[in-house]
């Protein structure tokens, strides 16, 4: 008989040619939930597996003992996963690879608390469409089949909108005149943290644009040239739009 530790095994016994009215059965092991009857339960563990049932008769002719022993397989179960997220703010649309501790045989995935069908690799990438709080875990698989506990901490993924960005500012100046602009976002989450990076025909006009305010002075060789400004917003350094 083989078990993975922590599971329940049911043990019997029975002498060819006797009831079990005329027997009595005495059991020896490692947590026994009873010690008597033909029919037992016991939970072993890896280091303590082997029972002994002593059968002694009763009745009309008392006195007459046989023992038997069975020596139980226990498969040691996996340690606990931990699971770790490669990004934990996202935007909607936007795609997360979770890994899993260990070097089981297979994972079982679990989110919200419900089982990913047809996903057993330690390594999970998965696509999150709709806004909301995600939490990802997972349980290891033995090559025996034992199956670890579930990690009490899983990982936590917050998927938030796509923010927009407006850029509002007098759209025509003077030659040599000081151009304002501001990034307006919209669908903006109180809890993200969001820096600004201004560019111009997509080339960055400069570092630490840490605001939605640019203020700057431009000398044109063409002054009816006209000029494409653009504005990045990174939320908390790890989407952008």
């Known amino acids: 008989m083989e078990v993975c530790e922590g599971e329940m095994v049911v043990l019997n016994a029975n002498l060819d040619g006797f009831t079990n009215d005329n027997i009595r059965y005495d059991w020896e092991g490692h947590r026994l939930v009873q010690d008597t009857g033909s029919t037992v339960s016991a939970y072993p563990t890896v280091n303590d597996h082997v029972y002994t049932v002593t059968a002694s008769t009763t009745g009309a002719n008392p006195g007459c003992t046989l023992t038997g022993t069975i020596n139980i397989t226990v498969r040691p179960i996996p340690e606990v996963v931990t699971v770790t997220a490669n990004r934990n703010t996202i935007c909607e649309g936007g795609q997360v ?50 199956v670890s506990a579930e990690a009490s901490e899983p990982a936590i993924v917050k998927v938030v909108l796509q923010p927009s960005v407006e850029i509002t500012g007098d759209p025509m100046i003077c030659h040599n005149n000081i151009v304002e602009l501001f990034a307006n976002i919209n669908d903006t989450d109180d809890d993200l943290n969001y820096t600004y990076e201004w560019r111009m025909y997509n080339y960055s006009l400069g570092t630490g644009f840490d605001m939605s305010f640019f203020n700057t002075q431009f000398t044109f060789d063409n002054p009816n040239f006209l000029n494409s400004f653009v504005v990045a917003a990174n939320i908390s350094n790890d989407y952008n739009n």
């Open 97 to 146: 690879t979770f890994n899993a501790s260990g070097d089981a045989t297979a994972y079982i995935w679990y989110q919200n608390g419900v089982e990913i069908e047809g996903e057993n690799q330690a390594q999970l990438t998965l696509n999150f469409n709709q806004i909301g709080t995600y939490a990802l875990s997972a349980k290891a698989v033995s090559a025996f089949g034992c």
